[in-house]
């Protein structure tokens, strides 16, 4: 991996790892590694917020990526650490570094050339994002297929997520659940996929398993109930209990 990498551990800052001591972090793809991204004011004016929307969107399932405060590099930013490794990355402030860090954590084999195929997909699927914002449904869903068809080493399962929703809007409701399911596959954890999966069986009036589906994503993350999306999901669900239930 390019860059400045410390082991942490110890409260003062250690010193850095020469580049031909920097570690490859080769894992079995059910390891569970975490990334924290410092968001604190040096690094977030030095990019860290790019950085986090970055590695989460090329990410693979048993990687999370999330924020944290200060690791105390401040000037070395963006800053990030690896658990359970507990090492310091510096200097991550490019999506080519974003890459090198994923491409190093993932596997020796896997080159950043190839996880490259990770941030076009990412930059197609903000592409689609932005087009079924406007009602572009199938510009959308061109967008988001040209994704998946680069097969990227991460960020799949979020393609196929995004996707089942422009199906589910365009009025698709098998592929649109297929892809629900494609996405729970390569990632039984995905809350999102779980409330995407939720929302194409209540527009099929399969209310049982829409309510199953989003108590399995509050179960992953609690945290959902404040949502006031999910909150209207749920009132939404409720109403047409009732009216199913109504004489």
């Known amino acids: 991996m390019k860059g400045s990498?410390?082991?942490l551990g110890i409260s003062h800052a250690p010193p850095l790892l020469s580049p031909n001591a920097i570690p490859k972090f080769?894992?079995?793809?059910?390891?569970e590694t975490e990334i924290r991204v410092c968001v604190n004011r040096t690094c977030r004016r030095q990019g860290s917020?790019?950085?986090?929307?970055?590695?989460?969107?090329i990410a693979p399932p048993h990687i999370s990526v999330n924020s944290c405060g200060c690791l105390g590099r401040c000037g070395a930013g963006p800053n990030l650490v690896l658990l359970p490794d507990a090492i310091f990355v510096g200097h991550c402030g490019t999506a080519a570094r974003a890459a090198?860090?994923?491409s190093d954590i993932c596997g020796c084999e896997d080159s950043s050339d190839a996880w490259s195929k990770s941030l076009e997909a990412l930059a197609l699927r903000k592409r689609a994002e932005d087009e079924m914002s406007k009602g572009n449904f199938s510009q959308a869903q061109f967008l988001l297929s040209q994704a998946i068809d680069l097969k990227p080493l991460g960020g799949v399962h979020t393609l196929h997520k995004a996707r089942s929703a422009v199906l589910l809007a365009m009025g698709n409701m098998d592929e649109a659940l297929e892809d629900a399911k494609v996405a729970l596959r390569l990632a039984p954890k995905y809350p999102e996929a779980y409330i995407c999966q939720g929302d194409v069986l209540m527009a099929t009036e399969q209310f049982d398993a829409a309510g199953n589906s989003y108590s399995m994503a509050l179960d992953l993350d609690p945290s959902i109930r404040r949502s006031k999306s999910f909150k209207a999901r749920i009132s939404k669900l409720q109403e047409k209990y009732s009216v199913a239930e109504s004489p």
Do not use: K, Y
């Open 100 to 102: 090198d860090v994923m």
């Open 26 to 31: 080769c894992r079995a793809t059910t390891a």
């Open 49 to 57: 917020m790019e950085t986090l929307q970055i590695l989460t969107g």
């Open 5 to 7: 990498l410390t082991f």
